[in-house]
């Protein structure tokens, strides 16, 4: 069974991808123990509330329907565990960042269910994200996508206290404008929130996949944590929704869009969108 993603489509050149926010959990495995805690916790708070931002400023936005327990959206397809100490890491973890085992011993998923996963969760998640993509740069001459994501607090490590609110990545610099960067960091200073970016943090999936700023697809990660994600986690348990923190987010997009239409023109005159599907499909069928 394949799970659709959450779509709201804009018309602005700013795209905000939250690969870690789904909270669904496929009813086979909510029948180990292990899955029931699980089940609709949300994992990127964060990321949930910047997909909800964009979208009241016109913004496309796409959130991810499953839980990254069950799959991880900002891991590519083929990557394999750094170590069976550390498979949590993987694309489809065995274990929470607490080091919980999610399954019995001998049932951890195969290669058979996770290529299933793949294809039921993974493929539709990305074929959205590249759909989109490819509809705003027939659009507009730059892009900009800007993933949410939760990757350090789904890891083995996330039981030490995060002391950075906002840790931008991309790709050592190649899969972004400097001057978008510069931007956000900007407006992380203006709110008082640490910042970091390329920091110890694992590179994701999307920004070495989808940026290719010569082609006019610049990507920026993003993981909201520390005194910034506890507030919005206390925000949300106290009602308040996006109030408390759309100002900054706003400012955070905005800014991105303003710096966005000062740039030149795509200098590669590649078939762009063969080129995104070739790599697509690599990563699909791999």
């Known amino acids: 069974m394949r799970t659709e993603s959450h779509v709201v489509r804009g018309g602005s050149p700013v795209l905000v991808v939250a690969p870690h926010a789904g909270c669904a959990v496929p009813i086979d495995l909510r029948a180990h123990p292990a899955w029931e805690p699980i089940s609709g ?3 990127d708070p964060g990321g949930m509330a910047l997909t909800e931002v964009a979208q009241t400023r016109g913004m496309t936005g796409i959130a991810a329907a499953i839980h990254p327990c069950v799959i991880d959206m900002n891991v590519a397809p ?9 498979n949590r890491l993987n694309l489809c973890r065995t274990h929470t960042a607490h080091g919980e085992a999610l399954y019995s011993q001998g049932l951890e998923p195969d290669g058979a269910a996770v290529k299933q996963r793949v294809a039921d969760h993974w493929t539709p998640f990305h074929e959205s ?3 989109e993509l490819l509809r705003l740069r027939e ?3 730059n892009v900009f996508m800007l993933v949410a994501h939760a990757g350090a607090w789904l890891s083995p ?3 030490q206290r995060a002391t950075v609110d906002c840790h931008f990545s991309t790709s050592n610099g190649n899969s972004c404008d400097r001057r978008i960067v510069s931007a956000l960091t900007q ?3 203006h709110r008082e929130r ?6 110890k943090s694992a590179e994701g999936f999307a920004a070495r996949h989808y940026g290719r700023p ?3 697809i610049h990507v920026v990660e993003l993981e909201i944590s520390g005194n910034w994600r506890r507030e919005i986690e206390l925000a949300r348990n106290e009602g308040k929704g996006i109030d408390t923190h759309e100002a900054a987010m706003s400012e955070l997009l905005d800014a991105a869009e303003r710096t966005l239409s000062t740039l030149d023109g795509p200098t590669t005159p590649a078939d762009l969108p063969r080129a995104l599907r070739d790599a697509f499909q690599y990563h699909a069928t791999s």
């Not at 083929?78 to 550390?86: F, G, V, Y």
């Not at 640490?194 to 920091?199: D, M, P």
């Open 214 to 216: 010569e082609s006019g």
């Open 129 to 131: 994200v590249l759909a």
């Open 78 to 86: 083929h990557d394999s565990a750094l170590s069976e100490r550390l």
């Open 194 to 199: 640490a910042w970091v970016v390329n920091g």
């Open 187 to 189: 407006v992380a200073r």
């Open 139 to 141: 659009a507009h001459a």
């Open 41 to 43: 916790r949300q994992s």
């Open 157 to 159: 490590f996330r039981s």
